[in-house]
C-alpha cells in the first residue's frame, strides 16, 4: 500500500518531487532544531526551578517525591547536594497550626494527587533537622490527557512573619496577666469595701464603691477582649464542654446583665428542655456581649428581647433591639475583627470592635452560625444557632 | 467547745493578693498561711499540712504547675486539695493539666473564692 504520492513533498517552484535524502536532511533539520529549542525550554524552566524563592517539590502519581528546588531541600533540613530525593516525606512532619499532626490522607500531596487543588494552607513543617518551619502551602495536580499523573507543591516560608506575631501574642498574653493582676486586688477590696459600707449602713459610700465595681468590670472586660482576640488570632480558643439547658442559661444572663444595665428590660421568651453540650462561659460570653451591643446601640429605647426555640437539630437564640440598626453595606462586616459601627452623625460607639468577631468565633468552634438582620434607624436581631450534638472544630 | 479552725496556705507572688486574700479568708474564719516564693515549699506543706492550698500558675522564680505535680506526686500531700488560680488566659487548662482539683480565674469574686475554699476545707 502506497499513498507516498498523495503526501510527497515537491519543490515549490519546479513542483519537481523532493528526493528522499532531502526530505530526511530537512526532517532531520526539524528535530535538531526542535530538540534545542526544547532544551533551551527546559534549561530555562530549571533556571525558574533552582533560583526560586519558594519550595516547590513535585511528585510521582504514587506520591514519591520526583524533585525538589534547592529551596525546598534547605526548608526542609537537607544538604541541597547528593541526596536521596525519595527519602524526602520520612525525616520531615507536617502539623496544623494548633500542633497536631496532619494525616496521610489530608497532606496536601496526597489531596492533590486526588485531583483536587489545595491553595493558601498554613502548615507547619517539622525539617529533618528538628525545626519548625511555618508556611503556607499550595499543592496542584499535574494532569497529562485529564489524568493525574503527579502533584506540585509551593512552599512560602512565612517563619519570619510568623515569629514577629507570636512575639506580639506572648507579649498581649503577658501583658494581659500584668494588668489582671493589680485588677484582682482592687476588686476584691472594692468588694469588701461594700460589704464594710453595708454593714455600717453608709449608703452613699456603698453606692460609689459600687460604681468602682462597674467599671472595673469594664476594665476587666477589656482586656479579656484583647486576650481572646489575641487567642482567636493564635487558633488557641479553648472550650470546656459541659451539658447545660440553654434557655436557663439564656435567663441568667439576662438577669446578670439587668443587675447592670438597669434602663433596658431584656424579655426573655422560650422553652427549651433538651440540653446542649457546649462551653457555658463562652456562650454566656456571647450572650452578655450581644445583650451590651443591644443597649450600647439602642440608647433611645428602653426594651431587647431574647428569644430560644429549637430547629431541627439546633438550638437558635435571637437577640432583638429597636435601636439605630446596621447600614446594609455594613451588615457582611459587623462580625470582622475591629469593625465598628457609627452613628448618623459619625461618632464612634465605644469599645473596641472586638465583641461580635469574639462571639462568632466562639458559635463557629461549636460548629454553630450567627447571622444578623437589620434595617437601618429601626433595630437588629442577632441570632446564632448550635447545634445539639456539637461538634468540636 | 471550740471547732479548730481550717487551715489555708496562699501561695501566691503578688503582695497585694496575698494581702485581700488573707483578709478574705481571715473574715470567714481560716485560718491562712501565705508564701511567696518556692524555695522549702514542699518542706513547709508538709510540715504545715493545710486543710486547702491555693496557689497561683504563673508566679516569678517558681513554677505553680510544677509544685501542684509535686504535691499531687507526694505521698504525705496527695490528698491535700489544691485549688489553682491564675489570670493567665489558659489558667483552667494549665490547672486541669498540672492535677489542680479546681480553678479559680483572677479577677475573682470574694464570695465565690470564699465558698470554693469552704468547700475544699470541709472535704479534706
Known sequence: ?393 | MTTKKRKILVIDDDAGILEVVRIILEEKDFEVMTASEGRGIRRRIEKYLPNVVLIDLWMSGMDGEEIIKKLKGGRKTKHIPVVAMSALGDGRTRAEDSGADDFVGKPFDIDELASLMKKYARSS
Open chain 1, 1 to 393: 500500500m502506497d499513498h507516498s504520492d498523495k503526501v510527497k513533498p515537491r519543490h515549490q517552484e519546479t513542483q519537481e518531487p523532493v528526493p528522499l535524502l532531502e526530505q530526511l536532511m530537512r526532517a532531520k533539520q526539524k528535530a535538531e532544531q526542535a530538540a534545542i529549542e526544547s532544551e533551551q525550554h527546559a534549561s530555562e524552566l530549571d533556571a525558574v526551578f533552582t533560583a526560586m524563592g519558594d519550595s516547590l517539590v513535585v511528585y510521582d502519581s504514587s506520591g514519591k517525591t520526583v524533585s525538589a528546588n534547592p529551596t525546598a531541600l534547605r526548608l526542609l533540613g537537607f544538604n541541597p547536594v547528593g541526596m536521596e530525593r525519595h527519602d524526602l516525606g520520612k525525616r520531615v512532619s507536617l502539623r496544623h497550626r494548633r500542633g497536631e499532626l496532619i494525616g496521610p490522607e489530608d497532606l496536601p500531596s496526597t489531596q492533590a494527587l486526588r485531583g483536587q487543588t489545595v491553595t493558601s494552607k498554613y502548615i507547619v513543617i517539622r525539617n529533618a533537622l528538628g525545626r519548625d518551619v511555618m508556611t503556607v502551602c499550595t499543592a496542584t495536580p499535574i494532569r497529562r490527557r485529564g489524568k493525574v499523573v503527579g502533584a506540585v507543591v509551593i512552599l512560602h516560608d512565612v517563619s519570619e512573619s510568623w515569629l514577629v506575631e507570636k512575639e506580639k501574642d506572648d507579649f498581649v498574653a503577658m501583658a494581659g496577666h500584668e494588668l489582671r493582676t493589680p485588677i484582682s486586688t482592687v476588686k476584691a477590696f472594692a468588694q469588701i469595701l461594700e460589704k464594710h459600707f453595708q454593714h455600717t449602713n453608709d449608703q452613699l459610700a456603698k453606692m460609689y464603691v459600687q460604681k468602682m465595681g462597674g467599671q472595673l468590670e469594664r476594665l476587666t472586660h477589656l482586656v479579656n477582649e484583647l486576650l481572646d482576640a489575641t487567642k482567636i488570632g493564635a487558633e488557641k480558643l479553648e472550650l470546656h464542654k459541659e451539658k447545660f439547658n440553654l434557655e436557663e442559661l439564656l435567663r441568667e444572663s439576662a438577669d446578670d446583665f439587668q443587675k447592670i444595665s438597669a434602663k433596658h428590660t431584656i424579655i426573655v421568651k422560650g422553652k427549651l428542655q433538651t440540653k446542649i453540650n457546649a462551653d457555658k462561659n463562652r456562650i454566656g460570653q456571647v450572650l452578655i456581649n450581644l445583650f451590651s451591643n443591644a443597649v450600647k446601640y439602642s440608647p433611645k429605647s428602653d426594651k431587647i428581647i431574647a428569644k430560644v426555640k429549637e430547629s431541627c437539630e439546633c438550638v437558635v437564640v435571637e437577640v432583638q433591639d429597636y435601636g439605630i440598626g446596621i447600614p446594609e453595606a455594613d451588615q457582611k462586616k459587623i462580625f470582622d475583627r475591629f469593625f465598628r459601627v457609627d452613628n448618623k452623625k459619625g461618632k464612634r460607639f465605644p469599645g473596641l470592635g472586638l465583641g461580635l468577631n469574639i462571639s462568632a468565633e466562639i458559635i463557629k468552634r461549636h460548629g454553630g452560625k450567627i447571622w444578623v438582620k437589620s434595617t437601618y434607624g429601626k433595630g437588629s436581631v442577632f441570632s446564632f444557632s448550635l447545634p445539639f450534638k456539637s461538634k468540636l472544630k
